[in-house]
């Protein structure tokens, strides 16, 4: 028995069958024997799965901090990103709509929390992941993001779309965070569906992030990206 | 050409694979019918074209170069043989481009590793050794004109047939000044009103019965394969790539020996099915040698002048 | 069981201080035919980035460096793509044939399927070659990967063995040393699957000498596992 916190490089045997156990990540089954993925540490702790049952769940961790230990982004993710591009059809999705050809808009994930990437992931935003409870959504896409927008997104899991990264600002705490007008001018928030231009006054519709006071706030967003 | 198989057209060809009755008809052992021909190409001293199948096609070229190096730095014999593999766009739709420059670097790599010690397997191959400086470079260049499985084993057939195929001119080699040496072409003596230049130079040839041979083993479920279809090479779990020579030091009693294993395409193997696999490469080699020697003794030469592809 | 020069320290700033000449005389008379050159291995050379390692046996000496998974934006497959450069080989021939070995042996130990559309590269920088670059590779790429945190099925412990003529065997033979083999082989395998990832022999080994020959190597390469496993432990807890 292997017992949590057991330093193991990839390739150590961690247990000899899976048991009672639920399979984290940094493990793989091989000859019905637990084999660790990576290297760090055995780690066992509780989880309450859908059904309310507590299971025991056994993984091989990096590191405390589940940032450092994910090398990519994953699933449930809270992202920052920016919008290269709306109205890009993705593979073999067809055009449904006639008025708004849009289904997806094409993002650039820029950094998980505060930890940035070298190079940016590129991930989707489909339109049925704008807004909470209406997967048919008629309104055309510029009434939420548009380019060049920076947005708080969470990355989510989907069937259909395997290499790249789906997100959804399908939350009050989710959306835009910081947009420019035509002008490179900064855009002011009226109220969570509005912007207003601080140089020509004019209005746009855009989905405002309610951001939540004790993660980041969009002023301090736009000093590290500007 | 582009194979795209289901789940299930594999499964079946794995379990016939595994009962040693393959898609084609064929036991696990056996190749595709093979065709030979040599003297295809008037441009190049030696060349060949290989057939497996009636659908992979290889072209092999081979031209001499009279190569002078520096005998202070080079203290061993090098071989002479450089290999280079060509994959026509044609081929397959995987190499348009610079699809096939990559594979085709690691085929020919992988020649040169299998020929690299044939100095001292081919009997008279140390005869390009003209003196000291100077030898014969014998550049081998194989186009893959189509692709359908197993390129290497058809590579190196095409190889040997093109070595068998190769005339390489005697020479003669006096003392020059300064240390020099003078290499003059050699032509027989025949006297009277004939002018020098009129008679035919004398040539050589390559001894060719021991030149290695490159197999590729795959391993389908858990069966071994030789001279995959494009269809099994979808199933590959993994795949060595075996280089086998014959040695005929002593006559009526020939020993084998291994020139190059690769494991190639990724792929996990286990230690007894690595033994397995060079143990069929054996067996299959000895037959591969008996059919090639049959066929090299027996083959006509073509017209000089008529393309190969008539 | 092999030697261990230094007590891993960052082996680049010891690079200058050894006298090959000297390292050469000294290793030739006391070598048997099972033990190694003396080997150095780091998991982590670059304390900021992740996914380095270095390898060095003898005088041969190997870098690794891994960068991804990324996504390129064209890569659109349901599995990763594996990319290996390979620097500081003169001979082109020799880099096709390690860049295919390596390529071939790590993508065997990946998990591809976890990393769809993206993009794995690894770079190998071979610093000075004095024979059995493909297994000082090999050995850098696993201790790369290990610290890189890429999920795969655990390291590949691999090995440099000569054969001479008169079927003795030389474990991890220098450039001078393989001059009078027939032929070698280098090996490479997950121990604990015991499956092989790399096998590359050269040479004209009799066939009867091939099932031996391999058999020593992979005794050698087990020898060689508890060294990785303890450089990519040692990582670990220096990153905490």
New interface residues.
Partial sequence: MIITGT???????VLDSIGNYRMGN?L?E??RRI???????VKVYGHKDKSDNLVQVIEVR??EDQLE?E??PYDGAVVTAKVMAVGLRY?HFFILYLRDHSRFAKCDIISIGDRVYK????ALLPKKKLRPLEPELSEPFKNFVRPNDYILAKVCDDAGI???FVLSIAEDELGVVLCRGKFGETMKKVDWNTVVSTRTGKTEPRKMARVPQKCMLPSDLKDSTS | MEINLSDDEKLFLIAGVEADIRNDGRSCQDFRTIVLERGVLSGTNGSCRVQLGQTTDILTGIKLELESYDSATEKEAKQPMQFHVDFSANASSQFAGKGGDQYGEEISAAFQVAYSRSLDIMSNLSKTHLAEGYRWKINVDVSVLQWAGSIPDAISLAVIGALSDLEIPEVEVAPDDGGKVSIVLKRPRIGGNVRDEEVPVQMWRLDVQSCPLLLTISKIGTANLVDCSPEEECCIRSQLLIGIAKSVSTPGNDTYQTTCIKQLGGGLLEMESIENMIEMAQKTSIGLYEALAKRLKAEEKRKPGHSFLL | MPTIRSNLNIPLTHLSRIEDDQMEAIEMDKRSATTFRPLCVKCGVFGAQDGSGYAEFGNTRVLAQIIGPDGDGKWEEDHAKITVTLKGLENEKQIAEYRAELMSSASSVIFINKYPGKVIEIEVTVLSDDGGVLSAALSAVTLALAHSGIEHMGLTASVHVGMRANEDYITDPSTSESADTLGGVTFAFVPNLSQTTCVSLYGRIPIEATKSLLEFAKQRAIAIVPVLHKAIVNSIKEKQ
């Avoid at chain 1, 330093?7 to 045997?13: Q, R």
């Avoid at chain 1, 084999?35 to 540490?41: E, Q």
């Avoid at chain 1, 190079?119 to 590129?122: E, H, I, L, T, W």
């Fill in positions: 330093l193991v490089a990839p390739g150590d045997k940094g793989y091989a000859n084999f660790a993925s990576v290297a760090g540490y990096r590191s230990n090398l990519l593979r190079k940016r992931f590129s395997k290499d790249k």
